[in-house]
């Protein structure tokens, strides 16, 4: 009897023969069930990624979601975490190689997916951070919401999304500069803002658990534009982080 792996591979492997059960006339509803397994996941990657169908059309977003799922299948049956290495995918697909910023357009769209199905935990208001701030602020950690998702990207994404959504007139990009992106879901749905370089590095720099005054240098020295005041507006004004404590390592 076949097994459920082997099963599972000729579904999503046209080229591969199908299971000995279904040889002779079964051959060709296994065919069916193949196509309608190749056009659910298809969709599923639609669904997921709506602002790369926008930007490169329903035809190519189809044929590329094709051969996606070719070379990666999925591997689990909550459909949530399908497409996680599409911006790995698209950094190397020939036929998109005129789209450079298809990658991070994708990891925006990854973070969205999260930031929806991320849990809710309490978020620190300002008198959080107020009660410690007195010790100073240089030894301070926090822990950011699991909502929250940074990205910086190399090509102007905020401006790529604004003009995708309507928000900005689509146009020629004249200045095509570095942009980051701030992910969160604060309420229902998640939301996408702009950031600067500065305090996309600060607010990344956090997330990966360097003391606030570490994060501020890390920021700094990588960017000219960092303005740590406007920084920790968006960090305790935004409600990004859900716990805080006093660093009680060595600090260089």
Sequence with gaps: MTSLASFAGALTAPDRRPPPEFAGHAERRFAVYRNN????????????????????????FRAMAREFMLAHPPTSLLLTSFG?????????FTPAEDWPYLTDIARIEIARTRAYHAPDLVRLGADAFSALMSQG????????????????????????????????PAAAIDDWQPQAVLIDRPELDPLIRPLTLGTALFIEALGAGEPLGRAASTAASRATDFDLS??????????LATSIHVFDGDLP
């Design 84 to 92: 996680d290495e599409l911006p790995d995918f698209l950094a190397s």
């Design 37 to 60: 397994v190749a056009v659910a996941l298809i969709r599923a990657l639609e669904t997921r990624f709506p602002v790369l169908i926008s930007l490169v059309g329903e035809e190519f």
């Design 137 to 168: 602020i240089e030894a301070l950690r926090v822990r950011l919401h699991p909502a929250v998702a940074v990205i910086h990207s190399p090509h102007p994404v905020w401006t790529i999304l604004a003009m995708t959504s309507g928000s900005q």
């Design 230 to 239: 406007a920084a920790l507006a968006i960090l305790i004004g935004g409600g």
